[in-house]
């Protein structure tokens, strides 16, 4: 199978080891079979994402020889085509706005005293999920700052749950159960876009058929494979590689600015050199 496949950094930070152990794993994979190696930024936050970080990952990338196929896709371009599908969840029912702060979602869960723990933190309470329409328009007007939240319940009643899975290579099909999640964020008003939606289609509308990613993103490929359902959108078979840590075993981070290429190729490093340290070369 010819394999598209890409390498999808967030302009945040400058990039470290991990990165280049994906980004390799992605470029060869494609280069041997003839595909395509594809560039994405997932530019969304705004706040965060600086030009001087993606500068700096074009140039690590073509240092390290690692080049992509044309033309690169920049996600902070396209948040008209997020809206688009938001809106059409939204129409189907399955999105609604929160308007709760952290605060008032931590005071519920222990006003509550129950606080499950899904993936990726507390799960959300549904303080806003039954919110009369009357109300939602009121705060919409008052310009309130919301989350449009997924309803986790109805949105599973709407997909063959026997048929969420994917294929995880070397371990074979992954049931997903993307429930204890809860109603993940898929936009906020200042971002009109999560990283699960925006991954999700930009894999799909970029024909990637083989995403190639960090063990950490692991869990949330249940819920991509969650969306890829509703939205009618292609499963690609995924690779989740082990992660690389520093030499006090932890993981390796943006913060840490030696574990940077960037300060590696100023230290003077060969390109050949990084890329042993991620054991390939
Ligand atoms: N943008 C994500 C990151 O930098 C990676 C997304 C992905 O590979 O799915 O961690």
Redesign the pocket.
Known sequence: MVTITRF???PTGFLHLGHVYSATLAWKAAWESGGRFLLRM?DIDQTRSRPEFEDAIYKDLAWLGLDWDPPVRRQSEHFEDYAILLEKLSDRGLVYPCFCTRKEIAAEITRSNSAPHGPEGPVYPGICRDMAESERQMRFARGDAYALRLNMVKTIAEVERSKLQFHEVSKGFIQCDPAPFGDVVLARKETPTS?HLA?TFDDAIQGVNH?I?GQD?FPSTHIHRLLQALLDLPTPTYFHHGLISDAKGRRLSKRDKDAAIKSLREYGCQPDEVLKMVDYG
């Open positions: 999808a950094p967030s997932e990283y991954v995403i990613r993103l």
